[in-house]
Every structure is written in C-alpha cells, then in structure tokens.
C-alpha cells in the first residue's frame, strides 16, 4: 500500500494520517521538496519524518519516495529546473532532510522545457553512482521521454509516476512499456484530479454504481479498479485524514468481480472518452 503524504496546514491531522496509514500496512510513502503551503521548499519532507519518527523504526520498514525538479516562487508558484546543477542540489538537500543515508527513491519532479532530458537523466545517474540515492523514478513523462530515461538510467530506473485514474487514461502507453520494462507505475490523482472537482461519484457514475453494489465508497473503487489493470500499478492516493487512509487501504481487499471489472471497462471514462 502507499500513500502521498502532503502535511499541509493541520499538522496535528497530518500525524494521525500517518500513523494511520502505518497501522494499515502502507509501506511507500510519496512527498516532494517542493509540496507544502509555502514557497519554503522541504516543508513536507520535513513533517513526513517527524511524522514517522512518532512510530519506533517506522523509518526503517517503509520507503520514502520523494522528488525534485521544481522550485517555488513568490505567493506559492511552481517553477521548473531540471539543469543537472539544481538536481544535485535538491537531492542533497533532500537527503539532508530526510535524514537517511541515501534517499531510498529519488525522482524527477517534471521535464524541463529548457534542459535536454538527457542531461537530467545524467544527473540522476551520478546521484545513484555518488551513493545520494539507491534508485530513480521519472515523472510526468511521455514514452519518448521514458526511452531516453532508460537509456540513460538502466538499472537505476525502477518507477514512473504518471497522472491515471477512471478520468484519465492518456498514460496507457506509458503503463505498457513500464510491464515491458519491469518498471513500477505509480499512479498519481487516481481520483481524478480538478476532473473530479465535484467529486468522483458524480464526473463517473459508473463507478458509483459499483461502489453502491458493494456498499464501499467511490474512492475504493478506483483504488481496486487501478490495481486491476496491471501487476505493475501502484496507486497514490493523496490522503490527510486518518478516515481517508484508512478506506483507501481497505480497496487491497475489495475483489471486483468480472462483471464489475466489464462495466467499469465499457465506460466511456474508464477508456478515456467524452461523457
């Protein structure tokens, strides 16, 4: 199980969430330098450990996932830098922060328009040969791009982190030649994002319905959906309620059958298309 952890403003429901994604067996935890309320960069690395640091040798049972590639400007923007010299920085940064001896899974935030991905890879490259991370994800990238970061990458490489959920499927491509590859496709927004901005039951009826039929929420049904699709899926659910973790850990033991499997494929969300 996993969980992007984004602690943002209530600290004290942050901790709770953590810890109750612990309870629940989540071993993978998602956060990035630049996530936080602030332009401060490293504000939710930060309370993720402390966070973890509440339960004895949680840092030693779960793998902290983080990203860099990204800055943050005046009033909250997102900016991007992808040069090799702002990678090197960010995942030492990163690794101070954390506080372990290398970062477990160090991915690349966003492609830099202004920086080959070549050179990016690069650097990413010398942070696993300099022992700064023990593995590489790329993220938000096309197949063309995931041919140069395995190029350049090759067994270094072990994760893609692409937006996916029953709204949004245009990373199809992406998650096949993860299974050719042997890489992990860690699904980001899989409820749907700003799509889903009146909430996932209502911009995907389908699978409401199923969740109906089960008597589960909505949420549990993408999760179980996603997790059907490929051996190679992993689902990130953002999460910063205890109750939410809690119900999205649940959707490892939700079993859809062949028929909820059917009509949740025949839907014109799930493949991708217009209402």
């Known amino acids: 199980m996993t969980l992007t952890q984004t602690l943002d403003a209530d600290r004290a429901r942050g901790v709770h969430a953590v810890q109750a994604a612990l309870d629940a067996g989540v071993t993978l935890f998602d ?112 197949e063309t791009l995931l041919r140069i970061a395995i190029d350049v990458l090759g067994d270094a490489l072990v994760s893609v982190q692409n937006e996916y959920s029953p709204l949004e499927r245009s990373s199809d491509p992406v998650l096949r030649m993860c299974e050719e590859h042997g890489l992990a496709f860690l699904a980001w927004g899989p409820f749907g994002g700003m799509r889903a901005a009146k909430g996932l039951g209502e911009a995907a009826p389908v699978f409401a319905r199923v969740a109906e039929r089960h008597g589960v929420s909505v949420q549990r049904v993408a999760l179980a959906w996603l997790l059907s699709l490929s051996p190679r899926m992993i689902a990130l659910p953002g999460a910063s309620r205890p109750e939410s973790v809690r119900d999205s850990a649940q959707a490892t033991a939700l079993a859809l059958d062949e028929g909820d499997l059917v009509e949740l494929a025949e839907s014109s969300f799930a493949r991708g298309g217009d209402r």
């Open 31 to 142: 956060t990035a330098d630049s996530y936080g309320p602030t332009s401060e960069m490293g504000v939710n690395e930060q309370a993720l450990v402390a966070a973890l640091r509440t339960r004895p040798e949680a840092l030693a049972r779960v793998i902290i996932a983080t990203k860099g590639g990204h800055t943050r400007g005046p009033h909250a923007t997102w900016w991007i830098d992808g040069s090799p010299e702002h990678l090197a920085q960010a995942a030492r940064n990163s690794l101070r922060r954390i506080g372990l001896e290398a970062l477990p899974l160090y991915q690349h935030h966003r492609p830099d328009p202004r920086v080959p991905y070549a050179d990016s890879m690069g650097a990413l490259r010398q942070l696993v040969e300099e022992g700064i991370a023990l593995r590489i994800g790329v993220s938000n990238v096309d």
